[in-house]
C-alpha cells in the first residue's frame, strides 16, 4: 500500500528559530514529491521535488529529495509568525507515463510563537 | 489506519457527458471538503459539507453539485463536462469542521477528451 509519512505532526517553536519537517514515503510507482502550505481552505504549492540531492529554494524555504532512502525535508529558517500553517508532504504517482494521483501525509502542524 | 478512500482513481470522459466522483471519509469523521487541481496550479476549494449540510462554498461551477449522504460519504456531481475540467479532484476529510487536520485521499484524476 501506498505511504507517506510525515514527522512530527506537530511543532511549536519561536520566531528566529529554524525548523526541519520530515517526510517519508514507500509508494510503487514515484513520480515526484509535493510540499504543500495548508493555512487558509486550499493548499497551496511550494516545491516539486523529482531527482535527489537537487535542493530547491524559496526565500527562507528550502528542500531536498532521498530517493534512495526514500524520504526529503522541508527547512525554514529564521521562522516567522506568518509560517504558522500545516506543511503537507504528497507523493505524485506514476501513471503510465503520465500524472497519477497523489498520496498526501497527515502534514506537520507548524506553530511559530513570538 | 483507515485513510480516505476515492473512487475512481482515473476517469476518462468525452465533452459533454456526466462524471460522479465519490469519496469515503475516515470513518468518524463528519466532514468532507473537495479540492480541484489543474495541471501545475494550487488545489482550489470547491465545496465542503458538514454533517450532511453544505458548510462552506468555493469555486465550484454550477454545473457541478454535491451532497454528503448518511454514511458521511460525499458524491460530487459533473455534468456537461469540458476539456477544462479535466484536472485531479481531491477529497478530504476532518473531525473538526476546521481547515486544519484535514486528510486527504489520493484524488481522481478526471480526463475529458
Known amino acids: 500500500e501506498d505511504k507517506v509519512v510525515q514527522s512530527p505532526l506537530s511543532l511549536v517553536v519561536h520566531e528566529g528559530d529554524t525548523v526541519t519537517l520530515n517526510c517519508s514515503y514507500e509508494?510503487?510507482?514515484?513520480?515526484?514529491l509535493l510540499w504543500y502550505k495548508q493555512e487558509k481552505k486550499a493548499p497551496t504549492f511550494l516545491f516539486m521535488l523529482t531527482s535527489s540531492g537537487i535542493e530547491k529554494k524559496s526565500g527562507r524555504l528550502s528542500s531536498i529529495l532521498d530517493k534512495k532512502e526514500l524520504f526529503s525535508i522541508l527547512n525554514i529558517t529564521a521562522t516567522q509568525t506568518g509560517d504558522s500553517a500545516v506543511y503537507l508532504c504528497?507523493?505524485?504517482?506514476?501513471?503510465?507515463?503520465?500524472?497519477?494521483?497523489?498520496?498526501f501525509g497527515k502534514g506537520t502542524k507548524l506553530s511559530v510563537k513570538p | 489506519a483507515a485513510g480516505v478512500i476515492q473512487s475512481p482513481r482515473h476517469l476518462i470522459k468525452e465533452k459533454r457527458e456526466t462524471a460522479t466522483l465519490k469519496c469515503y471519509p475516515i470513518p468518524r469523521h463528519d466532514t468532507v471538503y473537495w479540492y480541484q487541481q489543474g495541471p501545475g496550479q494550487d488545489p482550489q476549494f470547491l465545496i465542503s459539507f458538514y454533517e450532511k449540510m453544505q458548510s462552506d462554498k468555493g469555486s465550484i461551477p454550477d454545473r457541478f453539485s454535491a451532497q454528503q449522504f448518511s454514511d458521511y460519504h460525499s458524491e460530487l456531481n459533473m455534468s456537461s463536462l469540458e476539456l477544462g475540467d479535466s484536472a485531479l479532484y481531491f477529497c478530504?476529510?476532518?473531525?473538526?469542521?476546521?481547515?486544519?487536520?484535514?486528510?486527504f485521499g489520493p484524488g481522481t484524476r478526471l480526463t475529458v477528451t
Open positions: 478530504a476529510s476532518s473531525s473538526t469542521g476546521g481547515y486544519y487536520e484535514q486528510y
Open positions: 509508494v510503487t510507482n514515484f513520480r515526484s
Open positions: 504528497a507523493v505524485e504517482l506514476n501513471y503510465g507515463g503520465s500524472q497519477g494521483n497523489l498520496i
